[in-house]
């Protein structure tokens, strides 16, 4: 099997701070949020809040049939769609040097836009009665005809952006969708990474998207108990601060485009960044339930500084998942500090904030945040962070941009049920 470098040449994101990679990067930057309020009569006061993408950009160059075939995506995939285009934008004119069947392609889709009945509610609306007791059949069938998008099945399928964009791309090697949640985008990435160090492609891109922001999905994650209560308004996502309560979802798309070290010598192009390891993991909890285990990312951390040849004292800073609830951030934070020890000088910062928490896109969106991070020598902020659980109080968890002189960082994502995936990434 031949291994291979990996380059990360191309980035893409469409989230509520803005409708490319510059826009995001300079809104990390200024420490501004996409998070705001949405005020509704029908839904309590800490739901009203999210981040919204109000804003995307379409290429302009999209052929009559596909742009016609673009009614089938929904919101979150168009998201997805736009990022992909702009990771991918600045090498379209050399994609015919690689063989349609040696481009990869991994969708990993956090999406929840269309779960719910919705689309039936004006139909239905027509033909119960004013108890909604009862459905007049005839009346339903007529106004469903009317009323009724006939795509809506389409609408709702995960792998919908997988088929449009592979047609679009023409990206026909190695691929799949992954349709879950944390750390979906990571394992998307992984598999991006892995066709091209095993030599089955030559370019590969890792795209995620998601949409938390709907009413079902608002309701379920409520009932999770995993959404902050917002008393602080738009400054209630705090991860690691000891007063946390929960995250604030929001939604976007994010897009790394990958070429093997051939390609992008041959290309002669300019690399955002080296992918040096990746890994993954699965803890439990003691009682084999859905909770969050005592250190859930500890081992995935040792696998991939194992994998990369690094060492922790190597990174410039950790980003940590970092949802906002008070189980989740303190087993991360146990974990970094077991594994640091001494050497808590590595800074921690929380990235979440300022999109929301997009899925599958925030997985992406964090290792593209993080690359900038580097190339502009800062550590970002973590936003609304002013001071943790004092077991923790060791470690240099940022509240304010700070400098950085090395190279590398470690970016980290974990989901329900204990499963992990990390990523360490090198900055030219």
Request: with cysteine.
């Amino acid at each position: 099997m031949s291994e291979r470098e990996v380059f990360i040449l191309g980035t893409g994101l469409t989230t509520s701070i803005g409708k490319n990679t510059r826009e995001n990067i300079d809104s990390v930057t200024a420490m501004k949020t996409g998070i705001a309020r949405y005020p509704r009569e029908d839904l309590p006061a800490f739901l009203q809040y999210k981040a919204e993408a109000k804003e995307y950009a379409l290429p302009p160059d999209i052929p009559p049939k596909q742009e016609g075939q673009m009614k089938f995506l929904n919101r979150g995939a168009v998201l997805g769609f736009c990022s992909s285009c702009e990771a991918i934008s600045g090498f379209r004119e050399k994609m015919p040097d690689v063989p349609p069947a040696r481009r990869a392609l991994y969708i990993a889709s956090g999406d929840f836009t269309k779960v719910g009945y919705d689309f039936m509610h004006p139909a239905l609306k027509d033909s119960a009665d004013s108890n909604w007791q009862r459905v007049d059949q005839e009346k339903l069938n007529i106004s469903a005809l009317n009323k009724v998008n006939p795509f809506y099945l389409l609408e709702s399928l995960h792998n919908n952006l997988f088929s449009f964009l592979s047609a679009f791309m023409e990206f026909m090697g190695p691929n799949t969708s992954l349709a879950s949640l944390s750390p979906n985008g990571g394992n998307a990435l992984e598999l991006a990474y892995r066709s091209i160090k095993q030599n089955k492609a030559d370019v590969a891109m890792a795209v995620g998207y998601g949409n938390w922001i709907t009413e079902i999905p608002v309701y379920e994650l409520e009932g999770l108990g995993i959404l902050s209560k917002c008393r602080a308004g738009v400054h209630s996502y705090r991860p690691f601060d000891k007063g946390r309560d929960g995250f604030i979802p929001g939604e976007g798309g994010a897009a790394v485009f990958l070429a093997s070290s051939d390609v992008a010598r041959q290309w002669g192009a300019e690399t955002g960044g080296k992918i040096l390891g990746l890994g993954n993991s699965v803890e439990f909890s003691p009682d084999q339930r859905l909770g969050v285990p005592e250190q859930v990312i500890r081992r995935n951390i040792l696998t991939v500084l194992k994998d990369s040849g690094c060492d922790i004292s190597d990174l410039a800073f950790i980003i940590p998942h970092g949802s906002g609830t008070q189980k989740g951030d303190r087993s991360e934070l146990r974990s970094i500090m077991d594994i640091t020890g001494s050497k808590n000088d590595v800074p921690v910062c929380g990235l979440k904030p300022y999109t929301g928490h997009m899925g599958a896109a925030s997985d992406i969106a964090e290792v593209i945040f993080g690359i900038y991070a580097v190339k502009n020598r800062t550590v970002p902020a973590t936003l609304n962070f002013r001071e943790t659980e004092k077991a923790f109080s060791g470690l240099k968890i940022s509240n304010a941009p700070r400098p950085c002189a090395k190279d590398r960082f470690l970016s980290i994502s974990y989901g329900v049920g204990g499963q992990s995936s990390s990523v360490i990434v090198e900055v030219a």
